[in-house]
């Protein structure tokens, strides 16, 4: 079975030939720098000049050698963040630092460091005032979405996988407050300053709404997932009460839901991290048809149970193998035996796609990521 045929046939809950296998189709599913040279040595695969899809979480692009071994069923359609943000690297002493195209500043330690992290922040108060004075981005302009629509055009004609892209230039219309003014203060001004945070989300909203109708004027009808990633969740639940997610958060996830459908028939892929179990109902009454990453060693999240109470109204993709805890630290048969596990739980009828837990993190042996993608591949068939 071809892998675009594959997809969609778990993506509408049906059995195909096989579980699909993504690694690397999303910011949310990829493996970090470190790692990723790593697994090609250990493969003997040569180790091509890296390109870097995400300078925040240190993702590079993969290369279609790597994909093809592992038997990675999609693609993506997005550019390197350097390309559609003007990310420019600078030293600054014991560390590397960048402005994101929000205004924020972020570094990375030289020695130690794995990630970038968010350390000042451009809206230094809860007001209206500073929300008039805040230079807000703007949407990739018209050259970037048409180089993207002719990749996605080329790779949809002239290969069968399942492709998968996104505009959402920033975190999630939660998370991306935090990235701006911090998240101790965007918590804070939820409670205290509601009338600042719902203008705050409303327009970003807009932003999100006017990236995505600009993209998918040109990508929409070639790919078959569209991704957005919003963390409203820990490792033991709600990061903040439901009720007010309900309120302030929810109605504006709906409102991006209903663009982006509007512009393309792509199944709609949600990524929160955490004990995300009670939240979704509201996002398959949104419109959301995939659920990522089913983080299975956070609270709630029992795979067989989730595939049970909610396996026909949303797709799982991820939950493959904890990489909290397994992938990291386990032997490889431990690795095997947790695939296996988790392939039992959510394969049945379709409606899972074979990734592991958020991306393959640094320190991670490729022992193990070649345990876990190899018995997936196999042991992932269904038998008809």
């Given at each position: 079975m071809k892998p675009r045929d594959r997809v969609m046939q778990s993506l509408n809950h049906k059995e195909p030939d096989r579980v699909p296998i993504d690694m690397g189709a999303t910011i949310v599913s990829s493996i970090v720098k470190k790692t990723y040279i790593e697994l090609k040595q250990h493969l003997g695969m040569p180790v091509e000049e890296i390109k870097m899809l995400d300078y925040v979480q240190q993702l590079p692009y993969l290369d279609d050698g790597l994909l093809e071994r592992f038997g990675v069923d999609f693609r993506m359609v997005q550019l390197p963040s350097a390309t559609s943000s003007g990310v420019e690297i600078f030293d600054e002493g014991d560390y590397y630092a960048f402005f994101d195209r929000w205004g924020?500043?972020?570094?990375?330690?030289?020695?130690?460091?794995?990630?970038?992290?968010?350390v000042d922040f451009p809206i230094k108060e809860a007001t209206m005032e500073a929300l008039d004075a805040y230079h807000w981005p703007q949407p990739d302009p018209v050259e970037v979405n048409a180089q993207l629509g002719q990749l996605a055009k080329q790779l949809y004609e002239n290969s069968d996988y399942a492709l998968v892209g996104s505009a959402v230039i920033g975190g999630g219309i939660f998370e991306q407050p935090a990235r701006v003014m911090g998240l101790q203060n965007f918590l804070m001004a939820l409670i205290s300053e509601p009338a600042f945070a719902?203008?705050?989300?409303?327009?970003?909203?807009?932003?999100?709404?006017?990236s995505c109708n600009r993209y998918l004027d040109y990508v929409g009808p070639y790919i078959q997932v569209f991704t957005y990633w919003d963390d409203v969740a820990g490792q033991n639940g709600w990061l903040i009460r439901p009720e007010l997610y309900r309120k302030l958060i929810k109605p504006k996830q709906k409102r991006l839901v209903e663009a982006i459908k509007k512009k393309t028939d792509a199944k709609l892929f949600y990524h929160s991290c955490g004990a995300t179990r009670d939240l979704i109902p509201d996002l398959i009454e949104i419109g959301f048809d995939i659920l990522?990453?089913?983080?299975?060693?956070?609270?709630?999240?029992?795979?067989?149970?989730?595939?049970?109470?909610?396996?026909r109204d949303i797709v799982f993709w991820g939950g493959g193998v904890d990489t909290q805890h397994v992938l990291p630290f386990g032997?490889?048969?431990?690795?095997?035996?947790?695939?296996?596990?988790r392939i039992d739980d959510l394969a049945?009828?379709?409606?899972?796609?074979?990734?592991?837990?958020?991306?393959?993190?640094?320190l991670v042996p490729p022992e193990n990521i070649v345990a876990a993608f190899?018995?997936?591949?196999?042991y992932g068939k269904y038998r008809k």
């Amino acid at each position: 079975m071809k892998p675009r045929d594959r997809v969609m046939q778990s993506l509408n809950h049906k059995e195909p030939d096989r579980v699909p296998i993504d690694m690397g189709a999303t910011i949310v599913s990829s493996i970090v720098k470190k790692t990723y040279i790593e697994l090609k040595q250990h493969l003997g695969m040569p180790v091509e000049e890296i390109k870097m899809l995400d300078y925040v979480q240190q993702l590079p692009y993969l290369d279609d050698g790597l994909l093809e071994r592992f038997g990675v069923d999609f693609r993506m359609v997005q550019l390197p963040s350097a390309t559609s943000s003007g990310v420019e690297i600078f030293d600054e002493g014991d560390y590397y630092a960048f402005f994101d195209r929000w205004g924020s500043k972020l570094h990375m330690p030289k020695t130690g460091g794995f990630y970038f992290d968010w350390v000042d922040f451009p809206i230094k108060e809860a007001t209206m005032e500073a929300l008039d004075a805040y230079h807000w981005p703007q949407p990739d302009p018209v050259e970037v979405n048409a180089q993207l629509g002719q990749l996605a055009k080329q790779l949809y004609e002239n290969s069968d996988y399942a492709l998968v892209g996104s505009a959402v230039i920033g975190g999630g219309i939660f998370e991306q407050p935090a990235r701006v003014m911090g998240l101790q203060n965007f918590l804070m001004a939820l409670i205290s300053e509601p009338a600042f945070a719902d203008r705050l989300m409303e327009t970003i909203t807009d932003i999100y709404i006017e990236s995505c109708n600009r993209y998918l004027d040109y990508v929409g009808p070639y790919i078959q997932v569209f991704t957005y990633w919003d963390d409203v969740a820990g490792q033991n639940g709600w990061l903040i009460r439901p009720e007010l997610y309900r309120k302030l958060i929810k109605p504006k996830q709906k409102r991006l839901v209903e663009a982006i459908k509007k512009k393309t028939d792509a199944k709609l892929f949600y990524h929160s991290c955490g004990a995300t179990r009670d939240l979704i109902p509201d996002l398959i009454e949104i419109g959301f048809d995939i659920l990522n990453p089913v983080q299975v060693s956070a609270k709630g999240m029992d795979t067989k149970e989730l595939k049970a109470q909610f396996g026909r109204d949303i797709v799982f993709w991820g939950g493959g193998v904890d990489t909290q805890h397994v992938l990291p630290f386990g032997k490889p048969q431990e690795v095997v035996d947790e695939v296996k596990r988790r392939i039992d739980d959510l394969a049945p009828g379709g409606g899972f796609v074979f990734a592991a837990v958020h991306n393959i993190q640094a320190l991670v042996p490729p022992e193990n990521i070649v345990a876990a993608f190899d018995t997936a591949l196999e042991y992932g068939k269904y038998r008809k």
